[in-house]
Every structure is written in structure tokens, then in C-alpha cells.
């Protein structure tokens, strides 16, 4: 993974420092994590390994009493 996706990453742990956050490593470990939990809201990069953040997003709004989607990319 690279060093920008890591730090990237770490902002968003420390903006949301009050929130229980779970971090997926690619689009898969995602749609596990959302099988599981309930999240209140979900921060989404575009460009993810295994499943893009496309796929993730299309999961998600599948979902009942979908969570809201905030979507970053780097692109």
C-alpha cells in the first residue's frame, strides 16, 4: 500500500477520533465489516484493492437503512 493511501488513512482516523472506526483494508474486507455492523456513515476512497469503491458504494445503498457514503479519491 502506498505512503499517501497510509497517511490518508490516518487522517481520517484522527478526524473521526470520536467515533468507534473500523478500517478495511480493500473493498471485500468493507462489505465483511458492513455484514457485521451497522456503521453510522462510511468514508470510501474510489480507488480501493479487490473491489473498487464503486462496488463498495453499490453494496451499501443495497443495504436496508443505508448509511450515508462520504466518497474520497486521490485521483
Same mark, same amino acid.
Given at each position: 500500500?502506498? =505512503?499517501?493511501?497510509?497517511?490518508?488513512?490516518?487522517?481520517? =482516523?484522527?478526524?473521526?477520533?470520536?467515533?468507534?472506526? +473500523?478500517?478495511? =483494508?480493500?473493498?471485500?474486507?468493507?462489505?465483511?465489516?458492513?455484514?457485521?455492523?451497522?456503521?453510522?456513515?462510511?468514508?470510501?476512497?474510489?480507488?480501493?484493492?479487490? +473491489?473498487?469503491?464503486?462496488?463498495? +458504494?453499490?453494496?451499501?445503498?443495497?443495504?436496508?437503512?443505508?448509511?450515508?457514503?462520504?466518497?474520497?479519491?486521490?485521483?
Amino acid at each position: 500500500m502506498s =505512503r499517501d493511501i497510509l497517511v490518508i488513512r490516518e487522517g481520517m =482516523r484522527r478526524a473521526t477520533v470520536a467515533a468507534d472506526v +473500523l478500517i478495511a =483494508r480493500d473493498g471485500e474486507e468493507a462489505i465483511r465489516m458492513m455484514k457485521e455492523t451497522k456503521p453510522d456513515f462510511i468514508l470510501l476512497d474510489l480507488n480501493i484493492p479487490k +473491489l473498487d469503491g464503486i462496488a463498495v +458504494l453499490e453494496y451499501s445503498r443495497a443495504l436496508e437503512n443505508a448509511p450515508p457514503v462520504v466518497m474520497l479519491t486521490g485521483l
